[in-house]
């Protein structure tokens, strides 16, 4: 079983900052890929950033130049630095896992960003 927490949502301003904190419980932690993903009302829930194992990672086109995944050695935590942020970035944040073929999804935490 994996637990995923996330936390360090809020009210930004356009042009502001947020980092995003996943809290992963779990010994498998470290050799799982991790992901964020985001949903605004209305829309599907698309992948904002993903980070491997290794240290690889992948960014969606919208978010490229603006936001950082990383994940510190020897923590359980996977952080999304959100850099410049957009009214568009305005949506509900997940953190997702997948372990043995299972789906691991966060409670979430909401980002909006006022212009």
């Known amino acids: 079983q994996v637990q995923l927490v996330e936390s360090g949502g809020g009210l930004v301003q356009a042009g502001g900052s947020l980092r995003l904190s996943c809290a992963a419980s779990g010994t498998l932690f470290s050799i799982s890929t991790m992901d964020w993903y985001r949903q605004a009302p209305g829309k599907q829930r698309e992948l904002v950033a993903r980070?491997?194992?290794?240290?690889?990672?992948n960014y969606a086109d919208s978010v490229k130049g603006r936001f950082t995944i990383s994940r510190p050695a020897a923590k359980n935590t996977v952080y999304l630095q959100m850099n410049s942020l957009k009214p568009e970035d305005t949506a509900g944040y997940y953190c997702?896992?997948?372990?043995?073929?299972?789906?691991?999804w966060g409670q979430g935490t909401q980002v909006t960003v006022s212009s």
């Open positions: 997702h896992t997948i372990l043995n073929g299972d789906d691991y």
């Open positions: 980070i491997t194992s290794i240290g690889r990672t």
